[in-house]
């Protein structure tokens, strides 16, 4: 938690953020090295209007408007989250309009791909009115198919990421790759939107190709755009350290930047998916209407995105690329590996490979010490991420069995991808609630709700979902006409479709607990320059989701759906007992960190000498 950062009182003149990264000397640098007159004031302010939001933060941590906690106020006064700056919302509304056209044509993709033409349909894609227990379709490539490309969509969203983030932090910049991203997407929408013309679906196989150069561009403009934008909403709150103020009522709080950013994910999350829960009204479109509206409304939406983005320019903090952070975390764990011999569990990985533990040896390095534990917490996350692909597997299950469960229940008018779309409806309901309500009653209460237990208690609601799912599938196969081959089955269950509510609320309320404190995680613990790469990281582990889905297709299929969901939920409960085991301790260790944190305090009897110089 955050109360464990060591709040330290920092010196008026500090050393700038230029020689942070060296330690060249076998003698440990002192902070004193900043303090010996070869820079002026002016000097150093412009080195550090340069440099991160955290090192911004320090040089104002005497400050009366930002007074430092003592340790026992950091143990007793209540945790609230501090000031949201106004375009932090506005990028979130960014966000919100590039999720709203991504979720929007992602909703109808396995309709699309799956089914064929509806019989006395229209020939738009749309259902016969007399028929309202028909499902949208275009393509007919089959079950089969339909998940595999639709986890392919999947896998390639968020392996794309890592080269997005990558050339953010590195060469552009993220506000830059945010707008890259936004131009590749409309490129997209536009070739989708031409593609699903009605003359082109009725034409036998003209319609496949056109789909499949807008997917791959749809897929790659979001890749370069989603990493960048939480770190960018984040980067707005710019005081990112932990500070006493007293309240209109005469309470003293303690302001937590882990309480604040935990706060502005949540909502950042409400954002997505008040975006993602546009997919409704696609899906609503495509049954009754046509593709191509299904994809034009949401694109019209998307187009808004580059004058938000103009209007947005000048009030944005933008972070310049820099490598160096990249280069140290790549340099350190490669000299980690090597002085441990490939020995990742040993107790002294980063011990090894620590500058003052070189500096004995005679070596110097040009990373600090805060860079090696910044190499430690991202490896750290890292791992911790790695629980995210089975989670996800049980969060509305593996590929298109809640879509295909739904299509093969009545349904009364209502599309067969519905419910698989209404998990947003329950996240923007639950997230302020969240924000607003439990939390802060949590923390009036002095009940701990640490980030691991937070992720446990997410898992464990996910696990619920899966068998949930399962035990629906079972009813389905026992009341279908055709047994347990109701996917293929001309008549449906008599079992509503509406069962399906458990299984999805249970998986969108999980989503608050593991996604949004592993975004937490992913800027907390990351380099300075590096956040968008671990945002990435993040994100690819939803490409491992889809690729483990691909692996499991052969088993989407009748008659073993059933273990297509409780297989799931199995191999989740077994994680999570491994997951609470190992990581437990991270609920108590540092939020943050910060570079005086790695500072050695100055040798009085050196500073005396220096004085009387």
């Known amino acids: 938690m955050a109360e464990n950062v060591i709040g330290l009182t920092v010196q008026s003149n500090t050393e ?42 320090r040089h104002v941590v005497d400050d009366e408007a930002h007074p430092p906690p003592t340790d026992e106020e950091r143990k007793t006064l209540r945790k609230v989250f501090d000031t949201i700056p106004p375009v932090a919302w506005a990028l979130c509304l960014v966000e919100l309009a590039e999720r709203c056209s991504f979720y929007g044509v992602r909703a109808v993709f396995n309709n699309y791909l799956q089914f064929p033409l509806p019989q006395g349909g229209p020939g738009t894609g749309a259902i016969d009115p007399d028929r309202p227990n028909d499902h949208a379709g275009a393509l007919n490539f089959g079950l089969q198919t339909a998940s595999a490309l ?8 968020y392996v794309i990421p890592i080269f997005g983030a990558w050339l953010a932090d590195t060469k552009i910049g993220r506000y830059q790759a945010i707008v890259w991203g936004v131009i590749i997407g409309a490129l997209a929408h536009v070739i989708m939107i031409g593609g699903a013309a009605p003359a082109l679906l009725q034409a036998a196989g003209k ?37 006493t103020k007293v309240l209109k009522s005469g309470e003293k709080v303690l302001v937590d930047p882990e309480t604040t950013i935990s706060h502005i994910m949540l909502i950042f999350y409400a954002f997505v998916n008040v975006g993602s829960f546009f997919a409704i009204a696609s899906v609503y479109i495509e049954k009754y209407h046509s593709f191509w509206l299904a994809f034009l409304i949401p694109g019209i939406i998307y187009f808004l995105l ?75 996350a890292v791992q ?26 009545t349904s009364n008018g209502a599309p067969n991808d519905l419910l698989g779309n209404f998990s947003p409806l329950v996240i923007i309901v639950f997230s302020p609630v969240m924000a607003y309500v439990v939390y802060p009653f949590l923390e009036r209460k002095k009940i701990r709700c640490g980030r691991i237990s937070r992720m446990t208690f997410g898992f464990a609601l996910a696990i619920i979902a899966g068998v949930i799912g399962a035990v629906v599938q079972y009813f389905v196969y026992k009341t ?16 509503s479709i509406w069962w399906q509510i458990p299984n999805v609320t249970l998986g969108a309320m999980s989503e608050i607990f593991v996604y949004v404190t ?43 759906l059933i273990w297509a969901w409780s297989a799931a939920a199995m191999a989740l409960f077994v994680q999570t007992v491994i997951f609470w085991w190992r990581h437990r301790n991270v609920n108590d260790d540092a939020f943050m960190t910060y570079v005086e944190d790695f500072r050695r305090p100055v040798n009085r009897n050196e500073t005396v000498e220096k004085e009387a110089k």
């Open 16 to 57: 700038p953020a230029a020689d942070q990264g060296v330690a060249t000397q076998k003698k440990p640098p002192s902070i004193s090295a900043a303090n010996d007159g070869t820079k002026s004031t002016a000097d150093v302010s412009k080195i550090e209007s340069r440099t991160s939001s955290q090192e911004d933060a």
């Open 150 to 157: 639709g986890l392919l969509f999947s896998f390639l969203a």
């Open 207 to 243: 319609g496949a190709a056109p789909f499949l150069v807008s997917f791959m561009l749809l897929a790659i403009g979001a890749g370069i755009f989603k990493p960048n934008v939480a770190p960018t909403i984040i980067d707005q709150y710019q005081y990112q350290k932990e500070y």
């Open 306 to 380: 580059p004058v938000l983005l103009a209007v947005m320019y000048k009030r944005t903090v933008r972070k310049p690329p820099q490598g160096s952070d990249f280069a140290h975390f790549v340099k350190i764990t490669i000299a980690a590996l090597k002085a441990s011999r490939g020995n990742i569990f040993s107790k002294n990985f980063w011990h090894n490979v620590q500058p003052s533990e070189l500096a004995e040896q005679n070596i110097q390095v040009t990373y600090s010490e805060k860079n090696v534990d910044d190499a430690r917490r991202t490896w750290q």
């Open 384 to 409: 911790i991420f790695l629980y995210i692909p089975i989670w996800s597997l049980n969060d509305g299950g593996v590929g298109s069995v809640s879509s295909n469960q739904g299509a093969s229940m």
């Open 480 to 495: 279908s006409p055709c047994g347990y081959y109701a996917s293929t089955c001309d008549e449906v269950s008599p079992i």
């Open 518 to 560: 592993s975004y937490e995680l992913a800027y907390a613990r990351a380099p300075e320059n590096m956040r968008a790469t671990v945002v990435a990281l993040l994100l690819f582990m939803s490409a491992l989701s889809s690729a483990l889905g691909e692996i499991l297709i052969p088993a989407i299929d009748d008659p073993t």
